[in-house]
Protein backbone atom coordinates (compact mmCIF):
# COMPACT_ATOMS: atom_id res chain seq x y z
CA UNK A 1 0.00 0.00 0.00
CA UNK A 2 1.28 3.62 -0.90
CA UNK A 3 1.69 5.72 2.10
CA UNK A 4 0.48 9.21 1.73
CA UNK A 5 2.70 11.77 1.30
CA UNK A 6 3.63 14.70 3.73
CA UNK A 7 5.11 17.40 2.78
CA UNK A 8 7.37 19.11 5.35
CA UNK A 9 7.89 23.04 5.44
CA UNK A 10 11.10 24.04 6.85
CA UNK A 11 11.38 27.54 8.48
CA UNK A 12 9.02 27.93 11.00
CA UNK A 13 7.87 24.22 11.30
CA UNK A 14 10.88 21.96 11.95
CA UNK A 15 13.08 25.03 12.41
CA UNK A 16 11.78 27.88 14.28
CA UNK A 17 13.59 31.27 14.57
CA UNK A 18 15.26 32.55 17.63
CA UNK A 19 14.00 35.75 17.61
CA UNK A 20 11.28 37.72 15.54
CA UNK A 21 12.82 40.00 12.86
CA UNK A 22 16.15 38.55 13.19
CA UNK A 23 16.15 36.38 9.59
CA UNK A 24 18.16 33.07 9.20
CA UNK A 25 18.68 33.20 12.76
CA UNK A 26 16.87 29.31 13.72
CA UNK A 27 17.17 26.81 16.01
CA UNK A 28 15.45 23.06 16.15
CA UNK A 29 11.97 23.36 17.17
CA UNK A 30 11.03 21.41 20.16
CA UNK A 31 10.68 17.85 19.08
CA UNK A 32 11.69 18.16 15.81
CA UNK A 33 13.13 14.70 15.77
CA UNK A 34 10.31 12.86 17.18
CA UNK A 35 8.25 14.18 14.78
CA UNK A 36 10.08 13.75 12.13
CA UNK A 37 10.30 9.82 13.49
CA UNK A 38 7.12 9.94 13.64
CA UNK A 39 6.16 11.13 10.36
CA UNK A 40 8.68 8.69 8.22
CA UNK A 41 7.00 5.95 9.78
CA UNK A 42 3.74 6.63 8.50
CA UNK A 43 4.29 8.85 5.42
CA UNK A 44 6.18 9.18 2.65
CA UNK A 45 7.68 12.86 4.04
CA UNK A 46 9.10 15.64 1.43
CA UNK A 47 10.82 18.26 2.12
CA UNK A 48 8.87 21.51 0.56
CA UNK A 49 11.36 24.35 1.24
CA UNK A 50 12.84 27.32 -0.52
CA UNK A 51 15.78 25.66 1.37
CA UNK A 52 16.00 23.37 -1.37
CA UNK A 53 13.94 24.42 -4.28
CA UNK A 54 15.29 22.41 -7.10
CA UNK A 55 15.48 19.49 -5.50
CA UNK A 56 19.03 19.18 -3.97
CA UNK A 57 18.84 18.23 -0.52
CA UNK A 58 22.17 19.97 0.80
CA UNK A 59 20.49 23.07 1.69
CA UNK A 60 18.16 21.19 4.26
CA UNK A 61 21.43 19.68 6.38
CA UNK A 62 22.64 22.84 5.68
CA UNK A 63 19.95 24.56 7.65
CA UNK A 64 19.57 22.22 10.22
CA UNK A 65 23.28 22.33 11.28
CA UNK A 66 23.30 25.70 11.20
CA UNK A 67 20.06 25.46 13.53
CA UNK A 68 22.70 23.26 15.89
CA UNK A 69 21.48 19.70 14.57
CA UNK A 70 24.03 17.48 15.68
CA UNK A 71 23.63 15.55 12.35
CA UNK A 72 26.80 13.34 13.41
CA UNK A 73 24.26 11.75 16.34
CA UNK A 74 22.72 8.40 14.35
CA UNK A 75 19.09 9.30 15.01
CA UNK A 76 19.73 12.39 12.57
CA UNK A 77 19.96 9.91 9.73
CA UNK A 78 15.79 10.10 9.59
CA UNK A 79 16.96 13.15 7.39
CA UNK A 80 18.25 10.41 4.61
CA UNK A 81 14.22 9.10 4.38
CA UNK A 82 13.14 13.07 3.30
CA UNK A 83 13.48 13.65 -0.13
CA UNK A 84 13.01 17.42 -1.34
CA UNK A 85 10.38 18.25 -3.59
CA UNK A 86 11.36 20.13 -6.77
CA UNK A 87 9.37 23.86 -7.10
CA UNK A 88 10.67 26.95 -8.68
CA UNK A 89 8.06 29.53 -8.27
CA UNK A 90 4.70 28.61 -5.93
CA UNK A 91 5.26 25.37 -3.99
CA UNK A 92 1.95 23.77 -5.42
CA UNK A 93 4.12 22.71 -8.19
CA UNK A 94 4.99 20.37 -6.25
CA UNK A 95 1.05 19.00 -5.25
CA UNK A 96 -0.67 16.19 -6.89
CA UNK A 97 -4.42 17.10 -6.46
CA UNK A 98 -4.58 12.99 -7.48
CA UNK A 99 -2.46 12.22 -4.72
CA UNK A 100 -3.06 11.39 -1.29
CA UNK A 101 -1.11 14.46 0.89
CA UNK A 102 -0.77 16.72 3.52
CA UNK A 103 1.53 19.68 4.01
CA UNK A 104 2.48 21.10 7.16
CA UNK A 105 3.53 25.16 6.20
CA UNK A 106 4.01 28.03 8.64
CA UNK A 107 2.95 30.62 5.41
CA UNK A 108 1.28 29.26 2.79
CA UNK A 109 1.57 31.72 -0.37
CA UNK A 110 -1.78 33.24 -1.49
CA UNK A 111 -0.85 31.88 -4.90
CA UNK A 112 -0.37 28.36 -2.84
CA UNK A 113 -3.96 28.69 -1.13
CA UNK A 114 -6.08 29.32 -3.90
CA UNK A 115 -4.26 26.57 -5.90
CA UNK A 116 -5.37 24.41 -3.06
CA UNK A 117 -8.87 26.26 -3.24
CA UNK A 118 -9.00 25.25 -6.82
CA UNK A 119 -8.34 21.58 -6.41
CA UNK A 120 -10.55 21.02 -3.20
CA UNK A 121 -7.42 20.19 -1.32
CA UNK A 122 -7.72 23.39 1.19
CA UNK A 123 -7.85 20.41 3.86
CA UNK A 124 -4.87 18.92 3.20
CA UNK A 125 -2.58 21.44 4.33
CA UNK A 126 -1.64 22.08 7.81
CA UNK A 127 -0.64 25.45 9.28
CA UNK A 128 1.43 25.42 12.34
CA UNK A 129 3.99 27.68 12.98
CA UNK A 130 6.66 27.13 15.78
CA UNK A 131 7.73 30.67 15.88
CA UNK A 132 4.42 31.53 17.62
CA UNK A 133 3.64 27.67 19.78
CA UNK A 134 7.35 26.25 20.32
CA UNK A 135 4.92 23.01 21.44
CA UNK A 136 3.25 22.84 17.78
CA UNK A 137 4.75 19.61 16.26
CA UNK A 138 4.47 17.55 19.82
CA UNK A 139 0.65 18.98 19.71
CA UNK A 140 0.16 17.88 16.19
CA UNK A 141 1.58 14.35 16.74
CA UNK A 142 -0.60 14.10 19.83
CA UNK A 143 -3.52 14.98 18.02
CA UNK A 144 -2.93 13.81 14.33
CA UNK A 145 -5.50 10.62 14.81
CA UNK A 146 -8.13 12.41 15.95
CA UNK A 147 -7.74 15.66 14.17
CA UNK A 148 -6.82 14.55 10.76
CA UNK A 149 -6.38 10.54 10.79
CA UNK A 150 -10.16 9.81 9.91
CA UNK A 151 -10.15 12.43 6.83
CA UNK A 152 -10.16 10.00 3.89
CA UNK A 153 -10.29 12.00 0.90
CA UNK A 154 -13.41 10.99 -1.60
CA UNK A 155 -12.10 9.48 -4.78
MG1 LIG B 1 8.06 28.43 6.45
Known amino acids: MTRPILFIDLDGVVLQ ?36 RSGWPDGVRRAFR ?8 PRWAVLDLIDPAEWSANKSEA ?4 CE ?27 ISTDTNHDALIQLMQCWDCDFGRKVRPK
Do not use: Y
Not at 20 to 32: Q, S, T, W
Not at 66 to 73: I, N, Q, V
Not at 95 to 98: A, G, R, T
Open 101 to 127: FWWIDDAPSRHDREWLRDHGCEDRLIE
Open 95 to 98: LDPK
Open 66 to 73: AAGAALDD
Open 17 to 52: RRNAGIFDAFEVAPGCLEFLEWATARFQCRWLTSRA
